[in-house]
């Protein structure tokens, strides 16, 4: 059992930078592997990026490589989403994912446990 809870999210300009958060808590978080996913209106939902238990394997979609960057803090039961040079293409809900895996999943259906979302929107 782990619960998730997003934040960081907000309004702001192309080129900008933001970092989400997503709280976890329970006791399997260092056994989970832990993903990223946006959604925009009216599309389906997307991987971004996913980070496996020990923080050391890391994976991107091909849209964010380069830009995005995910981290997590076991001590603190803390999953990272660094995001520079923002695009309005990057506009989406962003969510936080636990997979009770040891792989790298970029489907959605792969993972347990999932947050609320935090809304991004980036600007022209």
């Known amino acids: 059992q782990v619960q998730l809870v997003e934040s960081g999210g907000g309004l702001v300009r192309a080129g900008d930078s933001l970092r989400l958060y997503c709280a976890a808590s329970g006791r399997s978080f260092s056994n989970c592997v832990m993903g990223w996913f946006r959604q925009a209106p009216g599309k389906e939902r997307e991987f971004v990026a996913g980070?496996?238990?020990?923080?050391?394997?890391?994976a991107y979609a091909d849209s964010v490589k380069g830009r995005f960057t995910i981290s997590r803090d076991n001590a603190k039961n803390t999953v990272y989403l660094q995001m520079n040079s923002l695009k309005p293409e990057d506009t989406a809900v962003y969510y936080c994912?636990?997979?009770?895996?040891?792989?790298?999943?970029?489907?959605?259906?792969?993972?347990?446990?999932w947050g609320q979302g935090t809304q991004v929107t980036v600007s022209s």
């Open positions: 980070i496996g238990r020990s923080g050391v394997g890391t």
């Open positions: 994912a636990a997979d009770w895996s040891v792989v790298i999943a970029r489907s959605a259906r792969e993972y347990d446990w």
